[in-house]
T-cell receptor, first 113, second 114 residues
Framework: GQQLNQSPQSMFIQEGEDVSMNCTSS?????WLWYKQDPGEGPVLLIA?????ELTSNGRLTAQFGITRKDSFLNISASIPSDVGIYFCAARYSGAGSYQLTFGKGTKLSVIP | DTAVSQTPKYLVTQMGNDKSIKCEQNLGHDTMYWYKQDSKKFLKIMFS???????INETVPNRFSPKSPDKAHLNLHINSLELGDSAVYFC?????????????FGNGTRLTVT
């Protein structure tokens, strides 16, 4: 089946530092999504990408849909303590009859004040 | 005005019991899902369901069954619970007829089987 390789698995950074994480796959997708999960909560959508090469920002977050359609990255600038959580990439190929998301295994982010 | 709500938030039960988790979405979405998140935080789809079809992940034991009384609800029934069923279960919904519709998740039900 389709798999997403998300890295790194975990990160410890100082407050104020920039963060970068990415997802790669051997499969082609036409939608990439980035979610954040806080402890005890469900994943919440951060950024959605629908076109190859698309670069989208949401506040301090920036994500890009790789031009090959096989990868995506998420950057967080000037991290703050509330950025702590698990970040998931997810991708979908919306062909006929196919609308299920495939998820990466998550990047656990810890921010040291 | 929670978009996807599931109950209970915590469920502790003994092996062999039968239990249900309820899920409701008020987004008007046409498709609902159940995901299982294990101790390593990996999200694994169990079911997706709309009025037309139920898609089951073949790795899900048949002790698990989704029940949908209407478009806004997809409940999860689990029979003969086992220790390995302990996990966090997430309900989600999306509008499949809108190709760009992302998933919206509930806040999860932490199931502990003793």
């Amino acid at each position: 089946g389709q798999q997403l390789n998300q890295s790194p698995q975990s990160m410890f950074i100082q407050e104020g530092e920039d963060v970068s994480m990415n997802c790669t796959s051997s499969s082609i997708f036409n939608t990439w999504l980035w979610y954040k999960q806080d402890p005890g909560e469900g994943p919440v959508l951060l950024i959605a990408l629908y076109k190859a090469g698309e670069l989208t920002s949401n506040g301090r977050l920036t994500a890009q849909f790789g031009i090959t359609r096989k990868d995506s990255f998420l950057n967080i600038s000037a991290s703050i303590p509330s950025d702590v959580g698990i970040y998931f990439c997810a991708a979908r190929y919306s062909g006929a009859g196919s609308y299920q998301l495939t998820f990466g295994k998550g990047t656990k982010l810890s921010v040291i004040p | 005005d929670t978009a996807v709500s599931q109950t209970p938030k915590y469920l502790v039960t003994q092996m062999g019991n039968d239990k249900s988790i309820k899920c409701e979405q008020n987004l008007g979405h046409d498709t609902m899902y159940w995901y299982k998140q294990d101790s390593k935080k990996f999200l694994k789809i169990m079911f997706s369901y709309n009025n037309k079809e139920l898609i089951i992940n073949e790795t899900v034991p048949n002790r698990f069954s989704p029940k949908s009384p209407d478009k806004a609800h997809l409940n999860l029934h689990i029979n003969s619970l086992e220790l390995g069923d302990s996990a966090v279960y997430f309900c989600a919904s999306s509008q499949v007829s809108s190709p760009n519709s992302p998933l919206h998740f509930g806040n999860g039900t932490r199931l502990t089987v003793t």
